[in-house]
């Protein structure tokens, strides 16, 4: 099982940005699929970007496509979130989530076995 540990969530107003990073260790880091979930209070958690260990393959939900970017530094065992042109609807706690072999299904409606304890995103307008 591999565990995952999130850092970089803060505070901002629209349009800022912020870069979320999330160490992985355990497990070896082979054919994943790495990612970022989030969720704002009452509403469900939902799938924003993936990316495959593999062949770093990557996918967006439309609401971020265009302003968020997903990456990995293989060697550090380290996947990033960069969050541009952030808004209001974008505040939420988010996590980083990993599920063994490659990414099906769309983002949004991804559902990883395993996922970190959360950074928190405050845009305020």
């Known amino acids: 099982q591999v565990q995952l540990v999130e850092s970089g969530g803060g505070s901002v107003q629209a349009g800022g940005s912020l870069r979320l990073s999330c160490a992985a260790s355990?497990?070896?880091?082979?054919?994943?699929?790495m990612g970022w979930l989030r969720q704002a209070p009452g509403k469900e958690r939902e799938g924003v970007a993936r990316?495959?260990?593999?062949?770093?393959?990557?996918d967006y939900a439309d609401s971020v496509k265009g302003r968020f970017t997903i990456s990995q530094d293989n060697a550090k065992k380290t996947l990033y979130l960069e969050m541009n042109s952030l808004k209001p609807e974008d505040t939420a706690m988010y996590y980083c989530?990993?599920?063994?072999?490659?990414?099906?299904?769309?983002?949004?409606?991804?559902?990883?076995?395993?996922r970190g304890q959360g950074t928190q995103v405050t845009v305020s307008s």
């Open positions: 989530a990993a599920a063994l072999g490659f990414c099906t299904g769309t983002t949004p409606l991804w559902a990883p076995n395993s």
């Open positions: 990316i495959s260990t593999f062949n770093g393959g990557t």
């Open positions: 355990g497990s070896t880091y082979r054919n994943y699929c």
